[in-house]
């Protein structure tokens, strides 16, 4: 049976599509209104105004078009593991972590990944506008993590806990959005192999479970 084809996008999605993929590349004050109309084939160049208003809108758009892509995959994630009676180990909570962030798209997109690295260059640049987008949403799953590797890690102060989550929240922005650009490349090395991913799960891991090195003041 043949796969039905996939529905042509909307002009208002072809925007969208065009601006991850330009903000992704350039950053946002490295792209122009003009530019990302003409990459998403409109004519008119006041078509970004009509269904954004302004540019500052789309960019909020395209952070919780990805943010609930993945805060959806890693609920599931986590809601299937505790139905079994986990997560267990640290390492199980890194998969969820870094395994549902990768092949997020621009909506109605097949091809291409480009969300990280947007992402990545978007809260260098200009965090409030990440922190504005989310507005305390769609990041539930990513706190249920961190509960969970709370219980998991090896006994440390809950300040290093605190900075190592730091640490690796910025870890895994910059990883994936290296895979990503790496991705665009004719020769992309070692990130097209399958075990890649699971490496990167397992330096996480090891981030969050290295020998504490400040005294553990918790009570008891």
């Excluded at 190592?164 to 922005?173: E, K, P, Q, T």
Aim: aromatic share 8%; hydrophobic share 40%.
């Amino acid at each position: 049976m043949m796969e039905k084809p996939a529905e042509p996008l909307n002009a208002r999605d072809r925007i969208k599509h065009a601006a991850l993929k330009l903000f992704a590349e350039k950053g946002i004050d490295g792209v122009s209104v003009r530019e990302i109309t003409r990459a998403a084939g409109q004519k008119n160049q006041g078509s970004l105004n009509y269904y954004f208003g302004l540019k500052d809108n789309l960019v909020r758009e395209l952070v919780v078009d990805g943010a609930k892509v993945m805060d959806i995959r890693r609920n599931q994630a986590l809601d299937r593991l505790e139905a079994a009676g986990a997560p267990l180990t640290v390492r199980q909570v890194t998969d969820i972590l870094v395994f549902p962030a990768t092949g997020v798209t621009a909506p109605g997109s097949v091809e291409g990944e480009d969300y990280n690295r947007f992402l990545f260059l978007l809260e260098l640049s200009h965090r409030h506008l990440f922190m504005e987008a989310l507005d305390g949403q769609w990041n539930s799953g990513y706190q249920r993590c961190l509960d969970h590797l709370r219980r998991l890690m090896p006994p440390m102060a809950d300040a290093e806990k605190n900075q190592r989550f730091i640490f690796i929240g910025a870890y895994l922005g910059s990883v994936l959005a290296k895979r990503e650009h790496a991705l665009t490349s004719p020769r992309p090395g070692i990130w097209t192999a399958e075990d890649t991913l699971n490496h990167f799960s397992q330096t996480v891991t090891a981030i969050l479970t290295a020998p504490a090195t400040m005294p553990d003041a918790s009570p008891g």
